[in-house]
């Protein structure tokens, strides 16, 4: 079970080759995953994370098959979230009074979780360390909101590995473990799936911690992260691609996402993409039916682009029901810069395109004026309106970021980008010390989110 990592650094972890899905249903596994766990043994021994509840017992029984248990001096919890620390509760039962290290945001998780079990846990800040012995240490560095308020990432000194726990990992198997022994095609397209779908609502905060990271001076030779492969083939990368990625990013790209009932949609659709290659044919265009397609994928389609349009025919006044829900998902994604358009069939009401843009503009895209509405099954007269719609969504180079909800411009609220809390000049904070009517502006320098702990910066106004 053990495997190599770097001199007494071991990975001690679980390989899921055959999960299909992650977090419920809502993240769609391809190509596996892992839940890495660590061992080092150094004169001190401790073990870095564990593994998902499902193989608790089987997780205890292989690392007794490579250490006694007894022998671990420190368990270094570095997130709640039960896929890092659902085997905590075997492992403890059998060894009780083993200090947990962790972050006080982690403890408020653990013990929600799994209750109040008298586990013997020392709270870490960032800068903290704990030595190993033979001239090695840890060194704890506080990552909140990504993608918890309790994740943490360690690093180890003379080996110079960093565990970063769920940053820079990717939902992919890898039985050889690095980097430089996975196929590359399918570790960029599994570390950007797994950016955009877990991590991109976080990205002002992951440009922010990248440059504190940096500001530590720390030597990295290893990024060794809780799910997927393991970074010893130059390392930095993944930091390259995060920066990229964290700061609104596009490609010359456009897509079209639709459903259709009786194929009216469908038909808008490819002639909406047909005009977006004839105008541009050097920009890539793509189209997903989502009720058929993988909307973990689509989603990573849609980061990659400039902008998109999405359509459905009006169904009981409003859009069909695979559109309502990507939506919503789009909308918790919080992309950055990018154009979006609507189109639809309809019969009789016609409400869904006027929606689908309300709903657009919600999730922060720039909705462009030219929409495409159709009566009964579309003909020649109603696709008028498609080169206008293609050439706007074709000049996002220039996008803006997301439309402003007026009403909540009027209020001057604030919302915190990494954890969405909204400050509310009406309601104040209270709890600390801000006195309902204080106008976000004038919120104390060092005045901090009472959620995720982040300052004023990552707040954007509504
Ligand atoms: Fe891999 Fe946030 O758990």
Request: hydrophobic share 40%.
């Amino acid at each position: 079970m053990r495997k190599h990592v770097k001199n007494n650094v071991s990975w001690v972890g679980w390989i899921d080759w055959e999960l299909e899905t992650f977090h419920g249903d809502d993240y769609s596994i391809r190509n596996g995953s892992s839940q890495n766990a660590y061992l080092i043994e150094e004169e001190k021994t401790v073990l870095i994370d564990t593994v998902w509840t499902p193989h608790r017992f089987d997780f205890v029984e292989n690392l007794k098959k490579e250490i006694d248990l007894s022998k671990i001096d420190y368990i270094i919890a570095n997130h709640g979230e039960c896929d890092h620390s659902g085997a905590l509760t075997a492992l403890m039962d059998e060894i009780p009074n083993t200090p947990i290290y962790c972050t006080a945001a982690a403890v408020k998780s653990l013990e929600g979780q799994y209750g109040k079990r008298g586990w013997n846990f020392h709270v870490v800040k960032t800068g903290d360390t704990l030595d190993l012995g033979n001239g090695k240490q840890l060194v704890f560095m506080e990552m909140s909101m990504l993608h918890w308020p309790d994740s943490m990432a360690t690093y180890l000194t003379g080996d110079n590995i960093l565990f970063s726990n769920d940053a820079f990992g990717q939902h992919f198997a890898v039985e050889e473990l690095f980097n430089d022994k996975a196929d590359p095609c399918l570790l960029y397209k599994e570390a950007l799936k797994y950016y955009v779908n877990i991590l991109n609502p976080f990205s002002p905060l992951v440009a922010k911690k990248l440059m504190e990271i940096a500001d530590l001076n720390l030597p990295i030779e290893i990024i060794a992260p809780s799910h997927g492969v393991i970074w010893r083939e130059r390392p930095e990368q993944i930091v390259e691609l995060y920066a990229k990625w964290a700061n609104a990013y596009q490609e010359d790209q456009v897509i079209v996402v639709y459903d259709t009932m009786w194929e009216g949609t469908a038909k808008l659709a490819h002639r909406i993409a047909q005009e977006l290659h004839s105008q541009s044919p050097d920009t890539v265009v793509k189209i997903f039916q989502l009720a058929k397609a993988d909307k973990n994928e689509v989603m990573t389609e849609v980061f990659k682009s400039k902008a998109i349009a999405v359509g459905s025919p009006t169904v009981s006044n409003s859009y069909l029901s695979s559109v309502a829900g990507w939506l919503e998902f789009l909308k918790q994604l919080k992309f950055k810069g990018k154009k979006a358009a609507a189109f639809g069939c309809y019969g009789w009401s016609g409400e869904s395109v006027k929606l689908l843009q309300e709903k657009l503009s919600e999730a922060g895209f720039e909705v462009v004026e030219e929409s495409v509405r159709s009566l009964w099954n579309p003909e020649e007269s109603d696709f008028s309106e498609i080169p206008a719609l293609a050439k706007n969504l074709l000049g996002a180079e220039d996008s803006v970021p997301g439309a402003l909800d007026n009403e909540s411009e009027k209020m001057g609220q604030y919302q915190c980008g990494p954890c969405g809390y909204i400050y509310d000049p009406k309601k104040g904070d209270p709890d600390n010390g801000v006195a309902p009517g204080t106008p976000f502006e004038q919120l104390p320098e060092d005045w901090r989110c009472p959620v995720c702990g982040v300052g004023k910066e990552l707040f954007e106004k509504r």
